[in-house]
């Protein structure tokens, strides 16, 4: 009994010196030290990201209808900094106050929207939002634009259509100045009664007209320069029922750039996808290779252990599944089932873990033939105890290794999978976003931030697992050879 | 054990393999009833076609049309054994998949117009084989001769710089490197085409066909290479460095030998089976990442007619590509299990090679 309790105590010392050991000799490895603290960012990244940005945040990005505010394939703002231009960001203007005023049976309503804008650089579009609600007949409304120098241009000038059923009748327009045939029209005919210009309506730039310096051939310039200062955007009712009103007017000023990320084609917020994939990454890389080295180290250990028919049945499916072609069967069966994260993981593993039986299939023939196995089966040990309590732990180190070094390769082929719209239908993974990034264009069309941040995270989170892993793998490689 | 029983055996071995695959390909597929539905489609595309191109049925009303129609479909059906239970059917499907009969696409074609999958596939993938076995050849020459520089100085700096190059091009997907170097060459400096087989119109010359092709394959071979040449040079570093450790080519130092025959002569030689073994594995292996990466490139083989019968949901053509693949990496292994016991006179005598 005594001597039992001393022993305890000092079989717990031998196990903490090598553990102290392990690490003094990881702590060495300057690539290792790199790799584990990016690691450690990433997930703490992930952390924040799930707190700051909720799941409700990912079911908004999915829907592309949500954007249509931002820009589409604007770069990240940062790039300001590189082009020595002052480029716009996106500005929302609304916030007018009502002028109410009429004459005889006629009723009038005034709203302007005021904008500072001192860009070297026309903004990529002017959505207009108007709300008109009315009685019975149609009311008229104008929608002028006056710039710093004070010249007023008429955009849009139109009678108010019944959109929905009534009374009271709602009319609703959403006006993209710079694409809209009618602004077009407009702009042709301000050049022309202005300047006494001809532009065919098809080479009119809006942009140009309503933001540039005042010139005849300002309307199909290649480059222009911009009027800087307060410009207005004025709406003007003319109504014939008192209680006709304007009930929403407002308007966006899409920037050129847009925040830390830029923006997809649907004008979505690259961030909040690209953020969002660090989690998703990290718990399909990190799971998955620990499942598989988990069915590998038990298969492998096992088809070691017992060499007889066991044995060969189990080199044989090791074998077998060595041999598969693991990419395309996966978009096969992905393909047939259309996997969310939690299918994904185990279907991943399934095909992971052969390299990693066969090694420690190697590991287990030969501790098999070491001295203190053959004492312990002398002193009466099953083979059960001597598979759990003296051969699987010497399989542990090289277990930690592979669980690193397997994660770059199954984020790659979640990446893949994804990459062809067949991976988990919610989440956003770089994957995802990249395959819309290639469907878009975005190599061909120069929208290099779309292409080059989520392939950055990829590279970043791999490379990460990679320092470890072969930090983890010089230090438990010399002990296994020793041991040979 | 002779050479030609440890071919038999092997090759045995591999085609039950290969077998299996199919097996449990054509068994997930038709589990979920997928290969049912593509075959009731299929008959219900012909009958519509006969019946429509037939004039005699032109006068007849509706609920005889649908008759005859019905009567039509159950005829075929029953000729493609469609009212068996599934697995009764496996055999015969298993059979048409090793003879290469996969059917008719639903509605890819090939460029020559045939619906034949086998037709589709036989034009694609000389193109995938092209482009990858030349990439992996390419890599494994540069890397082999980088890698014999870094073990000449193990530590030195040309090794350090080129083991980090090789951590970090590792880490690296390489349908995302050609994504970015489409963006560089051909968005930005525009010296090299974005993508494609060859350019439109095809050019007629056979000789400026050949150089056309070379001139699309430009771009994708330098992704290859750049995202693999780091970890061969790296590997044949290694293996380099475990040979000098044994004693004969401390036997060779100590004739007397130059380094450079010691290299060459008998480290580089003793190195062989490993390299040729990974050289088969990492075609293997780049025809399975071919998959994303010909879609980067729009380049026209196997890997973009897989994404692209995904796209169109082209079940028929999809199961063909599973199979072929399988087909493929088979065979590979095959290859493999026949160089190496040419090589390595340990193997085919049943020698123990786990040293």
Redesign the interface.
Known sequence: MIQVAKEKPRVQTQKNRELAEFVSQFRQSRAGMVGLVLIIMFVLLSVFVVFAYPYQDVVKWNDVREWTNNPPTAPPFWVKMFSGKSLPETQVLNGSVARRYGIENIYFEDRVLDMSFTYDVPPAEVLVSIDVSFQGSSPLIELSWIKPSGTTITILRKAADRSTEGPPYAFSERLYVFIDQDVKSNMAGYMMSTYGAFVPVSSISVANVLFGEESPRVANASSIDIEKGIYQLKLHLQAYDPSDKITGFSAVVKGTVWGWMGTDVWGRDLLIGILWGTPVALLIGALTSVLSVGIGMTIGVVSGFYEGTIGEILDRTTDFFYMLPVLPLLIFVSFILRPSIWVMIPLLSVFGWPGIAKTARIITLQVKQEAYIEAARALGASNLWILVRHIAPQTLPFSFANIALLVPGYIFTEASISFLGLGDPVLPTWGKILGDAQASGATIGGYWWWVLMPGMMIFLVAISFALVGNALDRIVSPRLRRRA | MSFFSYLVKRTV??AA?LI??LLA?IM??GG?G?VDRVAESAIRQDVNMMMRNNPNLARLTEAERLQIMQTLIDEQRRAAGLDKPFIERVPKYLLQALSWDFGKALYLRSSSGSSLVSDIIAEVLPRTVLLFTTGALLSALVGIALGLLMARKPLGLFDRVMTAFA??S????L??VG??L??LL???LKVLP??GFVSVPVPSDPVAYAFDVLHHMMLPLIAVVLVSFGGWAYTVRSLLLDTFQQDFILVARAKGLSESDVMYRHALRATAPPIVTLLLLSI?GS???A??SE??FNWAGMGRL??NA??FQDVPV??A??YV??F???AV?LVLEILYGLLDPRVRTGASV?G
């Not at chain 2, 590792?170 to 997907?173: I, T």
């Open positions: 071995v591999l393999t299996l695959v390909t997930v597929a979920f997928i951590v970090v590792n880490s690296m997907p349908w995302w994504m970015l489409i963006l051909a968005f930005t974005a993508g293997v025809m399975g990442g998959i994303i879609v980067v897989f994404a995904v796209s999809i199961i590509e599973t693949f399988s493929l990496y088979v292994f786990q």
